[in-house]
């Protein structure tokens, strides 16, 4: 029988920047995440993401978000999939641009700014910041350590409303 591979979200928490990080000069980069659209598609080469990004802006019950730097909105530096839960965010799908994975990435803190604004939406929604996903098993302590993170349990863990404002008081100046 074969064996099932474990869902959840396995994103790596770089690090907490205030912004995305160039890693080899040090330079930071202003940021900002806006709704892709199904017209937008032609953005996403399949061949440069892991997941069926398609599938998540066809999903009409989720909302896919783009991070991309101020001076440059045509490269995608990551992509969230939130769905409003009408109590708080759930969070089904982050990815980093292939370019911002593994030993040769160019910027660190693209996932952290990315779960930053699914916070966000939260506040703005009424949910005090909650944000809920499930994570591999093997990244559980990662994220309760990086983003304040508490299992819940299974792999659901969920981001409360401290948390919550300490990621969004780093990403989004108001």
């Known amino acids: 029988m074969k064996k099932d591979k474990e ?31 199904e017209t937008d598609r032609n953005q996403i080469v399949k061949e440069d993401w892991q997941f069926e990004w398609i599938n998540e802006l066809k999903d009409k ?41 593994g030993k040769g990435k160019v910027y660190l803190g693209v996932p952290a700014n990315l779960v930053a604004y699914a916070c966000k939406v939260s506040v703005e929604n009424g949910y005090d910041g909650f944000v809920a996903f499930d994570a591999k098993t ?15 349990r299974g792999q659901r863990m969920f981001i409360d409303t401290k948390a919550a404002m300490k ?7 108001t």
């Open 167 to 173: 990621l969004i008081a780093n990403y989004f100046k």
């Open 7 to 37: 869902k959840g979200l396995d994103f790596e928490v770089d690090k907490l920047t205030n912004s995305i990080e160039n890693i080899a000069t040090g330079e930071v980069f202003d940021t900002e995440i806006v709704l892709l659209h």
């Open 61 to 101: 019950s989720k909302a896919v978000y783009k991070l991309t730097t101020v001076n440059n909105d045509t490269i995608i530096q990551g992509l969230v999939s939130i769905e409003d839960k009408k109590d708080h965010i759930f969070m089904h799908l982050i990815e980093s641009s292939k370019f911002n994975k």
């Open 138 to 152: 093997s990244l559980i302590k990662h994220y309760q350590v990086t983003l304040g993170a508490t299992y819940f």
